[in-house]
């Protein structure tokens, strides 16, 4: 019988589960599409094309990783390095006296500016030549010396250079003159520049490292045989790659492409999940509420309690799997567009593809099947436990007040929250974002358990307010006292849009704002020499200098560090000051707190700390910090200076000396210059402007700078605002329409009384206008809790609201609220009172 309720239910009354099936829709798309990239960062790999003539390849792990305990059991946490990890160059002569290997190549890329006659070039020793394949070969000429270069014949050609040539090359080491010795043939190179290994080594910028080492068996050695010898030399000082393990050693932005791609589909596919599980289960247990005369007249006739169980499962099992398979494609779907954008911003490398496999789809269809089962369980329990007799006279009237379970949970969630929001303001940097990041599922969840409460009571105190705008003001007052519970619902939803979406887009403003101030009152340099290529050449800031006009000339090279906070890997961006650290304030004004800048580089291990990452170390002046340079290379420098001004300019200052051996090239990004007194600023820009690979700006040179760090992180926010306030939005509009059409007799014995349509439409006004309002209070409080500690941690300040954002989140809940109960109350005016109080609900 249940089956045949159950069928009967979806088939004559579709219109009761076209909301159901609008929120299962989406929220299965939300779900797939967080899944998708979860799977993607998991699986991701590259196949190898440099090395794939390189049956082994030993590198260094690309990754720092400690050891957590957790419990009893013991977890590795890694965070990738911010630039390439090398390994030692001795390793070399250790494999190559192994009996398995017939040779074993060092390997070391870096880049070269365009000149006047060459595009920009990878660098490269001489011993590199042929690692890609047997094509690579000299084709002319002979290898280089100490002075001298090979070119790949394709620049040569185009360049009109020849074997014998003179050619002035600009690395990281240094820039110099270089005969051209010989041309050689490259099969997918592109354009590259072969030295002695020696020069090689040292124009690299990291002297004795190298990248890699391509390891070439003898006959007969297995791929297996050949990498279990090689793994037993290099024990812990590199890792041994096999298979498409070496595409990884090819693009070391792969790990940190994974660890992007892992945190957008599991920390907020985790939100996402949880949000689109509470949007199913609202909108279920509302669609189920409805019906309660339904099941009322079920009990009356003499249904049991497991029947009517039994019927709202077969329904679920009949709507549930269809909608959420229905979600998948546009899951899909947003899923690509998702993952192409962040190839676009190069977030992720162009060759990766989307893993688009079954289990995020089994995910996303079990995930709505089991919210709509769960909800539609819930919502029947008290229409199933109802006495036959009494069933139909109580499903007449809404209950007095929630059940007291449903209450006792509200309060503990509710109390969760404020207790976590009070521990998170406590707290300092990082650890404050932490804590606060539950905060706002601990409130959501709280104001979905209480929310008839919270009607009652924004019925309460807004009820004056409305009965001063005459009969539909009246109208709308006495109704929101008296259906708490069906206002809720529409409140909920809203509550939704606002702390979430609030929320994402408060924090990045208060972000960019932030560092907009930094950068204006930290940057006080007069000019601000920035690279036309990658990078400045070595010598910029002295030659700077010694421009006529200029007082203090200081090079920053930007890198980054790891560090462990609360048992987390976390990254911060770091300058490398180059020049007298004491001469820093001339161009920089960073609000120093305590200590001096001028200690800095009086010893190769010293650094000044940002308050937020002074605080996330607990550390003050004289203190040793313990991090990982950008390679992965373990340090622990003394503290000199704490300052304030940190985001958007940097969060640390280490001496260039310390930092340069560990970058991935070893340019500096800008030069910073401060005229003398009484200089002319026009024609110090100008000296400024002849120093080869420069381009002179002001501030906004820095800034631009400091905008593309944070753009991508900007974006991701506002992406998942959209994704997630998008899928609240329609779930609210989906919710509201719900409650709407829902109150057709009501709307029929209002009219028939002699209420005219111009004051249902007045009434029905009021009511969303108090759903926004009730919605935008709660939700403004529950994202202020969570954004007060977060932006405190992140930004070091106060949120920032700007009017451009929140003028245009009010404006469009209102709206929102208007516009889905305004066109299904006018569906509604157009049939007759009678006809409309007749029809079937």
Known sequence: MTNGLARSSVRFRPASFVGTLVALVLGAAVVAACGVLLQTGLTASLTPA????????????????IQKKVADDVETVEQATPERARTDAALVGRLAALPGVAAARPDTAFPLPATGRTPALTGRGIAALGIAGPGDT????????????????????????????????????????YRVSGLAAVQQAGPTAWFADATADRLSGHPGRVDAIAVQPREGVTAAALAAQVRQAVGGDARTFTGDGRGTVEHPALGGARTMLMALGGTFGGYATMTAVFVVMSTVALATGQRAREFALLRAIGATPRQIRRTIAAEAMLVAPLAAALGILPGLALARWWFGQLVERGAVPADIRLDVGPLPMIAAVLACTLAALTAGFLAARRPSRMRAAQALGEASVEPPRPGRVRTVLGLLFAAGGCTAAGVASALDGDKAAQVALGVVMCLMVAVALLGPWLARAAAVVLGAPLRAGGAPGSLAADNARANARRLASAITPIVLVTAFCGTLLILQSTVRHTTGENVRAGVTADHVIGATGPGLPAGTAERAARVPGVDTAVGLLRTGVVYENAGQLGSAPVLGVDGDPARLPKVLDLGVRSGTLADLGRAPDTIALSATLADAFGAEVGDRVPLWLGDGTAARPAVVAVYDRGLGVGQALLPRD???????????????????????????????????????TDRAGFVAQSDKDLELSGWANTVMAAVLGGFAAVSAANTL?????????????????????????????????????????????????????????????????????????????????????????????????????????
């Open 737 to 841: 329409v719900m409650t709407v059409l829902d109150r057709r007799r009501e709307v029929a014995l209002l009219r028939l009384a002699g209420t005219t349509r111009r004051q249902v439409r007045g009434m029905m006004r009021w009511e969303a206008l108090l759903v926004a309002s009730t919605g935008l209070a709660v939700g403004t409080a529950i994202a202020g809790a969570t954004l007060v500690p977060v932006a405190r941690g992140v930004a070091n300040s106060a949120p920032y609201v700007p009017p451009t954002l929140a003028l245009p989140l009010v404006g469009g809940v209102v709206l929102l609220c208007l516009a889905a109960t305004g066109v299904p109350v006018r569906a509604l005016l157009r049939t007759r009172p009678a006809a409309l109080g007749a029809a079937r609900q």
């Open 658 to 696: 310390a930092v340069a051996a560990h970058v991935t090239a070893g340019y500096d990004s800008q030069v910073l210059v401060a005229d003398a007194p009484g200089a002319d600023r026009a024609a110090v820009a100008a000296g400024l402007g002849g120093l080869a690979g420069a381009a002179v």
């Open 50 to 65: 440099r090395y794939a003539h390189a049956p082994v390849v030993v590198a260094a792990d690309q990754a720092v990783k």
């Open 138 to 177: 000299l084709v002319e000429g002979r290898a280089p010396g100490a002075n001298e270069v090979v070119l790949d014949a394709e620049t040569a050609r185009a360049a009109h250079l020849a074997p014998g040539a003179s050619l002035a090359l600009t690395a990281p080491g240094g820039t110099a003159n």
